[in-house]
T-cell receptor
Framework: GENVEQHPSTLSVQEGDSAVIKCTYS??????FPWYKQELGKGPQLIID?????GEKKDQRIAVTLNKTAKHFSLHITETQPEDSAVYFC???????????FGKGTHLIIQP | NAGVTQTPKFQVLKTGQSMTLQCAQD?????MYWYRQDPGMGLRLIYY???????DKGEVPNGYNVSRLNKREFSLRLESAAPSQTSVYFC???????????????FGEGSRLTVL
């Protein structure tokens, strides 16, 4: 089945700086790559996603890039703000029947 | 809209006790899921229901059973709880589901279960 690796597990950045979280996947048949944000005490929420026929997608301060050849995708957050502090999960859907496989998560800390 | 509602939010059990986690969604979604979240382990799929009337095992199904009661409701049962089942459980739903799950998952707020 699909295997998703996510790095780093914890990322601390100064407010206003950029943050990058990286994920790799194993199944070359995977075609959908969402990113979820989980705030403390809440369930994860989708913030952006990308499909395999697109290399990059932006939504205001967040962007996702996909390199199908290398089988990795990344989340980029620019001009970080305190409300960006959360746990971020990447995910991929492979060729199997089980749907989404999640990475282990990145705890993003925005330092004032 | 309430979205995905889980009950209870907190529960403490003794080893060997049984309990059922309830989940309901009001978005008319076809697919529903149960995940567990443990520190450093991310979200792992326990069971899912791609459509009403079907259920399938996910990555970590041992020790659990599920019931898709109707299109809205999907319950998770622990027949004989073990300390290893101490976790935060999330129910989720999506319009489309496996094997071509390319739709957004909507999660509930979680149920924190402690097994002593």
């Amino acid at each position: 089945g699909e295997n998703v690796e996510q790095h780093p597990s914890t990322l601390s950045v100064q407010e206003g700086d950029s943050a990058v979280i990286k994920c790799t996947y194993s199944d070359s048949a995977s075609n959908y790559f969402p990113w979820y944000k989980q705030e403390l005490g809440k369930g994860p929420q989708l913030i952006i996603d990308i499909r395999s026929n697109v290399g990059e997608k932006k939504d205001q301060r967040i962007a996702v890039t996909l390199n199908k050849t290398a089988k990795h995708f990344s989340l980029h957050i620019t001009e970080t703000q305190p409300e960006d502090s959360a746990v971020y999960f990447c995910a991929a859907i492979g060729g199997g029947a089980d749907g989404l496989t999640f990475g282990k998560g990145t705890h993003l800390i925005i330092q004032p | 809209n309430a979205g995905v509602t889980q009950t209870p939010k907190f529960q403490v059990l003794k080893t060997g006790q049984s309990m059922t986690l309830q989940c309901a969604q009001d978005m008319n979604h076809n697919s529903m899921y149960w995940y567990r979240q443990d520190p450093g382990m991310g979200l792992r799929l326990i069971y899912y229901s791609a459509s009403e009337g079907t259920t399938d095992k996910g990555e970590v199904p041992n020790g659990y059973n599920v019931s898709r009661l109707n299109k809205r409701e999907f319950s998770l049962r622990l027949e004989s709880a073990a300390p290893s089942q101490t976790s935060v459980y999330f129910c989720a739903s999506s319009h489309r589901g496996p094997p071509s799950n390319t739709g957004e998952l909507f999660f509930g707020e979680g149920s924190r279960l402690t097994v002593l």
